[in-house]
């Protein structure tokens, strides 16, 4: 039973940072890629990062240079470090993971097969 839990979200300044996390649990984390994406009330699910089991990663281009992805298979850990936030990044952040063979690139993490619940981002 594949489990991912996530936290770190909270509310801060325009210009802050926040770091997320996600804790795996139920199947071989080394084998799969994972990702996050969040959602906004009244817009669509938006992917904002992936990375694959060799540590290759992709951004979207609303986050590059100011979001990294990066995991700690060690530890099952996924995290998100988020600096220069910016309102536009408000939304509920999910963690998402896809058994291999898959496509890190964000516009495929919203549909991963396994998400957690996600953890609230607002930047005021």
């Known amino acids: 039973h594949v489990q991912l839990v996530e936290s770190g979200g909270g509310s801060v300044q325009a210009g802050g940072s926040l770091r997320l996390s996600c804790v795996s649990s139920?199947?071989?984390?080394?084998?799969?890629?994972m990702g996050w994406f969040r959602q906004s009330p009244g817009k669509e699910r938006e992917g904002v990062a992936g990375?694959?089991?060799?540590?290759?990663?992709t951004y979207a281009d609303s986050v590059k240079g100011r979001f990294t992805i990066s995991r700690d298979t060690a530890k099952n850990t996924l995290s998100l470090q988020m600096n220069s936030l910016e309102p536009e990044d408000t939304g509920m952040y999910y963690c998402?993971?896809?058994?291999?063979?898959?496509?890190?690139?964000?516009?495929?993490?919203?549909?991963?097969?396994?998400r957690g619940r996600g953890t609230q981002v607002t930047v005021s």
């Open positions: 990375i694959d089991n060799d540590g290759s990663v």
């Open positions: 998402a993971a896809e058994p291999m063979p898959c496509y890190v690139g964000p516009s495929r993490v919203p549909s991963y097969s396994h």
């Open positions: 139920g199947y071989t984390y080394s084998t799969y890629c």
